[in-house]
């Protein structure tokens, strides 16, 4: 269960230091099922973009069920399973470190046949160019978080929208 609120923060800086940190621990014991090298996704990725303080990563594997052979050795280094609703038909794992509850990092490991990941990298580079887009999606989430700061399910649905407009606008 989740104990953290959803608080948007200003960008911050070390963001990208703290996806390398967790990477250089993580990527060696996913690289035999590697498809390409992990990537930092997510709002902490998008510089100057206020976001929740928790760094997402991607880890785009060959074979969703072969890589579940690394999980005992994640979990040696504090990464905790955090199943989230459509992992499964996604063909997704997810991963907290430290704790579920009170996660800095959430690493997403999803099968290169998964249609999901591009789309993460297509809005994060898009929002990465786009001032305004960034500028418009940080005032969503803001506003999302101040209505209520506990519901996700409500906050992730009320970012939806603009999230496809976004990708609609980029043919995805």
Not at 5 to 12: C, L, P, T
Not at 15 to 32: M, S
Not at 82 to 91: F, H, L, M, T
Request: glycine share 6%; proline share 7%; charged share 30%.
């Amino acid at each position: 269960m989740r104990l953290d609120r959803i608080k948007i923060v200003e960008y911050d800086a070390r963001w990208p230091a703290l996806f390398e940190q967790q990477r250089r621990r993580v990527e060696p014991l996913l690289v035999p099922w590697l498809a390409r090298p992990i990537e930092h996704i997510g709002s902490t990725a998008v510089p100057g973009l206020p976001a929740k303080a928790i760094i997402d990563m991607a880890a785009v594997v060959r074979d969703y069920n072969e890589c579940a052979a690394a999980f005992d050795e994640l979990a040696a280094l504090g990464w905790v399973s955090a199943p989230e609703p459509g992992d499964v038909a996604d063909r997704k794992w997810s991963l907290c470190f430290p704790t579920v509850e009170r996660r800095s990092h959430h690493l997403h490991v999803v099968e290169a046949t998964s249609t999901g990941w591009q789309t993460w990298l297509a809005f994060r580079d898009h929002l990465r160019k786009t001032p305004a887009d960034r500028d418009e999606y940080a005032r969503i989430k803001r506003g999302l978080a101040e209505a209520d700061d506990r519901d996700r399910p409500a906050y992730r649905a009320g970012k939806a929208p603009f999230i496809a407009g976004v990708l609609g606008g980029l043919g995805l």
